[in-house]
């Protein structure tokens, strides 16, 4: 049996899938510039994660991105 690794870190569209929130690529784009801005401020080195479409994504603190999404009211 696999044993799931829960990373913390999340891509913006598995973050948004994980809450049920639908986000264009306009949107992701936006959010992600958000999270790199404050993870640049708390001195946070986002990941990298293989992605088709783009080759690679930056992937962030589930922390950083729940602020992100609330600040852009997309979670409560």
Do not use: W
Request: glycine share 8%; hydrophobic share 35%; charged share 25%.
């Amino acid at each position: 049996m696999l044993k799931a690794i829960d990373s913390g870190s999340f891509t913006i569209k598995a973050y948004a899938n994980l809450n049920g929130v639908k986000v264009n690529r306009e949107q992701a784009a936006r959010l992600g510039k958000r999270a790199s801005t404050l993870c640049r401020q708390h001195g946070i080195t986002p990941g990298r994660t293989r992605d088709e479409t783009f080759g690679y994504v930056l992937n962030y603190p589930e922390s950083i991105l729940e602020q992100v999404f609330k600040e852009a009211s997309l979670l409560n």
